[in-house]
């Protein structure tokens, strides 16, 4: 299986209200790519976020900053410093909890989208209207790990595609029966496309092709460990 990573180039800024989906195939089409059946398309929430209205205003002051992390997170996890670990409404633990300055205006914050698996299905809706292919669509954000250095992109949305794929009872090479076996199959593909869309050069969206996915329909909620078996908390 050969695997191909596609950034779509030409999308822009985003702003309220705009249609994402006309956007993103306007810009794929002007880099003469067509979306073929089986693509899945890894799309930054940001973008998401902006055209959904995610975005606070007049945020001044770092105190503005916490002030609005407080209430974006349902439960303070750690502090350190300026850095707060909070879990969001969706279940997500991460930095801030998910609240963003970068690649936003000064003086505004990007939110995480309100439904994220929502906003995923939304806009495969719209771009397998358009062009008649049969899609995935993986949104992301960057996320830190336990025990591990640097970040690394992780699918908040989902929608076309599993999120896991479970080896659980499937023998291994040996014939040993596999018993844990999880894979996060939409990570993976969020991690890999952030390697052609990068933090800072203006790509919020790429196309990854070739996949041999099974046929299941994955939530992001499905990545989220329960509390009860979280050895980290």
Known sequence: MTVQLIPVEGIGDIAAGDDLASIILNAIRAGGTLLEDGDVLVVTHKVVSKAEGAVKTGVEADRDYRRIVEQEAVSIVRRRGDLVIAETRHGFV?????VDRSNAVAGTVVLLPRDPDRSAHKLRSKLERQTGATLGVIITDTFGRAWRRGVVDFAIGISGVPALI?????????GRVMEVTEVGVADEIAAAADLVMGKSDGIPVAIVRGLDLPAQNGRASDLVRPPEEDLFR
């Open 166 to 174: 479970d080896y659980r009872g499937r023998p291994d090479m040996y």
């Open 94 to 98: 991460c930095a801030n909890a998910g």
